[in-house]
């Protein structure tokens, strides 16, 4: 019989890898799956809340009851804030940093999370997911902060994400490639099921949310072209596959190759960045990309690159098999010239106003 390696035990092995290391991080991360075994707890009851008779929000066990991703923000809040490892955290639910409890010890890591992301599909049953990504605090002082939090990507220490689908799994890279485990719920581990995961050479799927294609610049609409083998050299096309929760959306491209992208456009939203919050989506995944061999580009560079100005900023997001991202960022270089121009320009006004 194969070894069967709990993520507990996949993580102090990498730890052994760093004779320096005190621990801290590791622990974090093992916080961070337990959160996740009890925000996937609810997320398979959420359906049954109205069936078991709650009622005044309360549930049959006398909680009080919470939306899921307010219960999921809370969950991670509390997992870690007491633990001694963390100088602040940020969240997506949240609008400022949050400090750690005036009454715990403060440490050199910031956890940045978005506790339930893909919100529209948590009602209808559909996979959604957790996201984190960990920054070493770069700051003086035991506090954290904005600073520690607003590092560029390509310092990340480690980031991951849980998709709670058919079955639960967390996947994480702390810089030594990216490693998949997927929840046993009998006896409530997550078990090594994916290891040193690497975006397949030939990609599968595209991903895009095509109902607003209007709204898409030229550039983009050529590049869509292409994969569907349209325009250009008249490749085989891809399928397409679009869930609407990013963290099952990239989970199955990076499984199975292809290109997720949610562009940024001038006309639907006010500011031509897109959708993607830097902090809480773009920076984790594109971190992991990287790690499995891929590549994320906000249209014109390396999302890794890019040095933040604000906790909720957004970025054009382009991510997948490292071909058909550069492949974008061609078409945009060719066909977006006025695109380009406004997001560079909003971008530098960002930096501006951020000082
Ligand atoms: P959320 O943070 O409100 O959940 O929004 C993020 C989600 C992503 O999971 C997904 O990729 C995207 O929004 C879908 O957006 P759209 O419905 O516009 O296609
Ligand atoms: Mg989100």
Same mark, same amino acid.
């Given at each position: /019989? ?22 801290? !991080? ?17 997320? #398979?009851?959420?359906?049954? %809340? ?89 700051? &003086? ?27 639960? /799994?967390? %996947? ?17 581990? !997550?078990?090594?099921?994916? *290891? ?27 590049? #869509? ?15 397409? +596959? ?32 897109? &959708?993607? +919050?830097?902090?809480? *989506? ?31 900023? +957004? %970025?054009? /997001? ?7 991202? %550069? #492949?974008? *960022? ?17 971008? *530098? ?7």
């Amino acid at each position: /019989m194969a070894p069967i390696i709990t993520i507990e035990r996949h993580i102090l092995d990498q730890q052994r890898l760093y004779p320096d290391s005190t621990g801290a !991080f590791s622990q974090m991360l093992y916080d961070i799956a337990l959160s996740a075994k009890i925000i996937a707890r609810e997320t #398979t009851r959420a359906g049954l %809340v109205g069936i078991l008779g709650a009622s005044d929000d309360h549930n049959v066990y006398g909680e009080q009851q919470q939306k899921l991703d307010l219960f999921a923000n809370d969950m991670i809040f509390k997992m870690n804030d007491h633990t001694g490892r963390l100088c602040a955290m940020a969240s997506e639910e949240n609008d400022t940093l949050i400090p750690i409890p005036a009454q715990f010890k403060t440490g050199k890591y910031v956890l940045l999370y978005d506790p339930l992301d893909g919100s529209s599909n948590i009602d209808v049953n559909v996979s959604i997911g957790t996201i984190f990504s960990v920054h070493r605090k770069i700051s &003086k002082g035991d506090q954290g902060t904005l600073e520690d939090a607003l590092q560029p990507g390509r310092r990340l220490a480690a980031a991951g994400y849980v998709v709670y689908g058919s079955s639960t /799994m967390m %996947v994480y890279s702390a810089g030594n490639g990216v490693h998949g485990f997927t929840l046993d719920p009998s006896v409530g581990e !997550f078990l090594l099921s994916h *290891e040193n995961i690497r975006v397949p050479n030939t990609a599968k799927y595209y991903s895009a949310n095509q109902g607003y294609e209007k709204y898409w610049t030229p550039g983009v609409r050529r590049f #869509t072209k292409w994969l569907q083998g349209i325009e250009g050299e008249g490749r085989e096309p891809l399928a397409h +596959r679009y869930i609407g929760s990013l963290v099952a959306d990239f989970h199955r491209n990076l499984l199975r190759g292809g290109i997720f992208y949610y562009p940024g456009d001038m006309q639907k939203r006010t500011e031509p960045a897109g &959708k993607m +919050r830097l902090m809480f *989506e773009a920076q984790a995944l594109a971190f992991l990309a990287d790690q499995a061999g891929g590549y994320a580009s906000d249209g014109v560079g390396n999302i890794l690159d890019i040095q933040p100005h604000d906790l909720h900023q +957004r %970025v054009p /997001m382009f991510i997948g098999n490292r071909d058909l991202v %550069v #492949t974008a *960022e061609t078409y945009i270089r060719n066909y977006d010239q006025d695109w380009v121009k406004a997001y560079t320009a909003f971008r *530098e006004k960002q930096a501006v106003f951020s000082g």
